[in-house]
């Protein structure tokens, strides 16, 4: 099935906040934190801790992170984590009961750090924060080569429940092309030791469209993934994002994408025969890119809402969440702007206030609210929508809810009161979620400069 000639392009970005990073902009009156959070519920917060370090950068990946830690640098940079911890439960006081209800550590590769730096990002989580990593859901990042016996162990025993490895491809050629050197021997071992810490949910990362890549190779990898059991996968579509590996290959990643309408199609054959060959094999489709095993047990909280509870973002990668302000720090991709922003954090001693963010006014919040639900499998309960905001989503986004039905990209037989995506409308979210930023959010992201 090909996409209708009055859509946007299926790959046009990977929407997983809103607003996107791009967005932000210091903010002048670098607000202070406990003003910020002063009136937030604060019963069921998500925490999250940003370690922007790797051994190598895939050649695809634009993500906060660098290469290595010269100069005890991690040293460091966890001693300004433990400053910002600090400062940020301060901020948040002792009017109203502070509880977390979920906790991650990405990056980067959290498990860049050795053991005992682990144990010290989770007493950091717990004795700073307050956390009780043991009682709710904890997710870890992890790679084939930093996956070590006694990284796993420390992160078992301190209560993960969900380790997340990016895998990418099975098939070496393939990696090799996605610029991330690994061996699949190296792989399956590391896969080995994460089954071995009885963690209760081992999550596999895929890519899709790397050059080279057909159905018959596509499928080996989902089989290779498949032979683990995992109870949860990710399927990515490959982007070339300028400053990357690839995109440096390139011309620029617009010149990429504009004469390669191919490319296009190509990933939408990927996508949907491993959406389908998922299906086949007892999954069920979460988002476009999540895929669950039906038979794996529930581990999510039941009183965390991503539309409306607020999260506390720890390292200079991360991001906050209040009902009014998304912040963080200065965000890059080039090499040398990340290393100069993570020197500038380990540095840092005053981490009362808000340097970088954007305001989030009521209309924003409402775009966020629909973004965030309608890409999921499950929809959005109109009267949710309803009970939030006192409007109806059918009437606030009649003009982009029109658009997605005369593409086939609602779902009309959902039952009464559901705002759903049909199965292709979730095969094209990466160009239906743009099409529901604000102008003022869209004209901010058009105007920042990479860096």
Same mark, same amino acid.
């Not at 003003?35 to 051994?55: R, V």
């Given at each position: 099935?090909?996409?209708?000639?009055?859509?946007? !392009?299926?790959? !046009?970005?990977?929407?997983?906040?809103?607003?996107?990073?791009?967005?932000?902009?210091?903010?002048?009156?670098?607000?202070?934190?406990?003003?910020? $959070?002063?009136?937030?519920?604060?019963?069921?917060?998500?925490?999250?801790?940003?370690?922007?370090?790797?051994?190598?950068?895939?050649?695809?990946?634009?993500?906060?992170?660098?290469?290595?830690?010269?100069?005890?640098?991690?040293?460091?940079?966890?001693?300004?984590?433990? !400053?910002?911890?600090?400062?940020?439960?301060?901020?948040?006081?002792?009017?109203?009961?502070?509880?977390?209800?979920?906790?991650?550590?990405?990056?980067?590769?959290?498990?860049?750090?050795?053991?005992?730096?682990?144990?010290?990002?989770?007493?950091?989580?717990?004795?700073?924060?307050?956390?009780?990593?043991?009682?709710?859901?904890?997710?870890?990042?992890?790679?084939?080569?930093?996956?070590?016996?006694?990284?796993?162990?420390?992160?078992?025993?301190?209560?993960?429940?969900?380790?997340?490895?990016?895998?990418?491809?099975?098939?070496?050629?393939?990696?090799?092309?996605?610029?991330?050197?690994?061996?699949?021997?190296?792989?399956?071992?590391?896969?080995?030791?994460?089954?071995?810490?009885?963690?209760?949910?081992?999550?596999?990362?895929?890519?899709?469209?790397?050059?080279?890549?057909?159905?018959?190779? $596509?499928?080996?990898?989902?089989?290779?993934?498949?032979? $683990?059991?995992?109870?949860?996968?990710?399927?990515?579509?490959?982007?070339?994002?300028?400053?990357?590996?690839?995109?440096?290959?390139?011309?620029?990643?617009?010149?990429?994408?504009?004469?390669?309408?191919?490319?296009?199609?190509?990933?939408?054959?990927?996508?949907?025969?491993?959406?389908?060959?998922?299906?086949?094999?007892?999954?069920?489709?979460?988002?476009?890119?999540?895929? !669950?095993?039906?038979?794996?047990?529930?581990?999510?909280?039941?009183?965390?809402?991503?539309?409306?509870?607020?999260?506390?973002?720890?390292?200079?990668?991360?991001?906050?969440?209040?009902?009014?302000?998304?912040?963080?720090?200065?965000?890059?991709?080039?090499?040398?702007?990340?290393?100069?922003?993570?020197?500038?954090?380990?540095?840092?001693?005053?981490?009362?206030?808000?340097?970088?963010?954007?305001?989030?006014?009521?209309?924003?919040?409402?775009?966020?609210?629909?973004?965030?639900?309608?890409?999921?499998?499950?929809?959005?309960?109109?009267?949710?929508?309803?009970?939030?905001?006192?409007?109806?989503?059918?009437?606030?986004?009649?003009?982009?809810?029109?658009?997605?039905?005369?593409?086939? $990209?609602?779902?009309?037989?959902?039952?009464?009161?559901?705002?759903?995506?049909?199965?292709?409308?979730?095969?094209?979210?990466?160009?239906?979620?743009?099409?529901?930023?604000?102008?003022?959010?869209?004209?901010?992201?058009?105007?920042?400069?990479?860096?």
């Amino acid at each position: 099935m090909s996409t209708p000639t009055d859509a946007p !392009r299926p790959y !046009r970005s990977y929407v997983y906040a809103y607003p996107h990073k791009t967005a932000y902009r210091p903010l002048p009156d670098r607000p202070s934190l406990a003003a910020l $959070w002063a009136g937030e519920p604060k019963d069921a917060l998500s925490l999250y801790a940003h370690i922007p370090f790797c051994e190598v950068r895939c050649g695809f990946c634009n993500l906060f992170t660098r290469i290595g830690a010269p100069d005890e640098l991690t040293t460091r940079y966890l001693d300004a984590l433990d !400053r910002q911890a600090s400062a940020v439960r301060e901020a948040l006081g002792d009017t109203a009961p502070v509880r977390f209800a979920t906790a991650a550590f990405g990056g980067g590769t959290p498990t860049f750090l050795t053991a005992g730096e682990l144990e010290r990002l989770c007493d950091i989580a717990e004795r700073r924060m307050g956390a009780d990593l043991r009682a709710v859901p904890l997710s870890v990042e992890t790679s084939p080569a930093t996956a070590t016996a006694d990284r796993l162990a420390v992160l078992a025993e301190r209560g993960a429940t969900r380790l997340s490895i990016g895998v990418q491809s099975f098939v070496e050629a393939e990696a090799r092309a996605a610029v991330r050197p690994q061996r699949r021997a190296d792989v399956e071992a590391a896969l080995g030791r994460i089954r071995d810490t009885g963690v209760p949910v081992l999550n596999i990362d895929l890519i899709y469209g790397i050059d080279g890549q057909t159905v018959a190779s $596509w499928r080996r990898s989902l089989d290779a993934a498949l032979a $683990w059991r995992p109870e949860e996968l990710y399927l990515y579509p490959l982007y070339v994002r300028p400053l990357t590996g690839l995109g440096r290959k390139a011309a620029t990643a617009e010149a990429v994408d504009a004469a390669d309408r191919e490319w296009d199609e190509q990933r939408l054959r990927l996508y949907r025969h491993g959406r389908d060959h998922l299906l086949a094999h007892g999954y069920e489709q979460v988002s476009m890119r999540m895929f !669950r095993r039906a038979d794996a047990a529930p581990l999510g909280p039941d009183d965390y809402a991503c539309q409306t509870d607020g999260m506390i973002g720890l390292g200079c990668g991360a991001r906050s969440y209040t009902s009014a302000l998304h912040y963080s720090f200065d965000y890059a991709v080039g090499m040398p702007e990340i290393r100069r922003i993570i020197d500038a954090y380990a540095g840092t001693d005053d981490f009362s206030r808000a340097e970088v963010g954007r305001r989030v006014d009521g209309g924003e919040a409402r775009r966020r609210h629909l973004l965030q639900s309608l890409l999921q499998a499950e929809g959005m309960p109109l009267d949710g929508y309803t009970a939030r905001f006192g409007g109806s989503a059918l009437t606030d986004f009649a003009g982009e809810l029109a658009r997605f039905e005369q593409r086939g $990209w609602l779902d009309t037989d959902a039952p009464a009161g559901l705002l759903r995506l049909s199965p292709e409308g979730l095969a094209h979210s990466d160009g239906l979620g743009p099409e529901l930023f604000s102008p003022a959010v869209s004209a901010a992201m058009a105007a920042y400069e990479t860096k």
